[in-house]
């Protein structure tokens, strides 16, 4: 069992920064590849980054590709989604996820959520 709790949300002007992290319980924290989602008012959730175990491979959406950085510490049991060049576009709760193996950007693959956190990003 993992549990996962997000922090680092909150509200920032457009084109500002933001670090959200991500704390897992658990042993086995380096075993999961981490993903990040977020769900906008009225849209389904979409896939946000993921980082393999390792950290070695990262992957994004296009949406988000050379504004975000996703990071992990395996010693610290943490993943990070550093937010830069924020658009309104960007305000959803974001949620992460765990994985067991290999990364994807396939939520119905995921096995723990967290609760989420609330980005709001104004013009």
């Known amino acids: 069992q993992v549990q996962l709790v997000e922090s680092g949300g909150g509200l920032v002007q457009a084109g500002g920064s933001l670090r959200l992290s991500c704390t897992a319980s658990?042993?086995?924290?380096?075993?999961?590849?981490m993903g990040w989602f977020r769900q906008a008012p009225g849209k389904e959730r979409e896939f946000v980054a993921v980082i393999s175990w390792s950290g070695d491979s990262t992957y994004y959406a296009d949406s988000v590709k050379g504004r975000f950085t996703i990071s992990r510490d395996n010693a610290k049991n943490t993943v990070h989604l550093q937010m830069n060049s924020l658009k309104p576009e960007d305000t959803a709760v974001y949620y992460c996820?765990?994985?067991?193996?290999?990364?994807?950007?396939?939520?119905?693959?995921?096995?723990?959520w967290g609760q989420g956190t609330q980005v709001t990003v104004s013009s």
């Open positions: 996820a765990a994985v067991r193996g290999g990364s994807t950007w396939n939520e119905r693959e995921y096995d723990y």
């Open positions: 658990g042993s086995t924290f380096g075993s999961y590849s």
